[in-house]
């Protein structure tokens, strides 16, 4: 079983910086997925950025590139996401989740993930 825990959402301007951590417990196999999902209000939640840590670069949505970066440090057992430039359109509840079974080409794929934290809110205003 696996628990994740983000944190570090808040309220920016446009053209600002934040970072989320995500605390996670449990077990984890080589191929895990960890990933970063976001869900706007009236939208989908939709994939952003996931690492799989079975080895390779991590996988960005087209939105987010060159602005977002995923991270891991294996020793505190958390992922980040870093995200700069944000804009409005990155305002979203943002969610953190896991997969023992990650499969190639799906990594931003939601239904790919079943363990999910609880989200954290990032609010941008122009």
């Known amino acids: 079983q696996v628990q994740l825990v983000e944190s570090g959402g808040g309220s920016v301007q446009a053209g600002g910086s934040l970072k989320l951590s995500c605390a996670a417990s449990?077990?984890?196999?080589?191929?895990?997925?960890m990933g970063w999902f976001r869900q706007a209000a009236g939208a989908e939640r939709e994939g952003v950025a996931a690492?799989?840590?079975?080895?390779?670069?991590?996988v960005y949505a087209d939105s987010v590139k060159g602005r977002f970066t995923i991270s891991r440090d294996d020793a505190k057992n958390t992922v980040y996401l870093q995200m700069n430039s944000l804009q409005p359109e990155d305002t979203a509840m943002y969610y953190c989740?896991?997969?023992?079974?990650?499969?190639?080409?799906?990594?931003?794929?939601?239904?790919?993930?079943?363990?999910w934290g609880q989200g954290t809110q990032v609010t941008v205003s122009s």
């Open positions: 989740a896991a997969t023992a079974m990650c499969r190639g080409g799906y990594f931003l794929a939601r239904n790919e993930y079943n363990y």
């Open positions: 449990g077990y984890y196999y080589s191929r895990t997925c």
């Open positions: 690492m799989y840590f079975g080895g390779g670069s991590p």
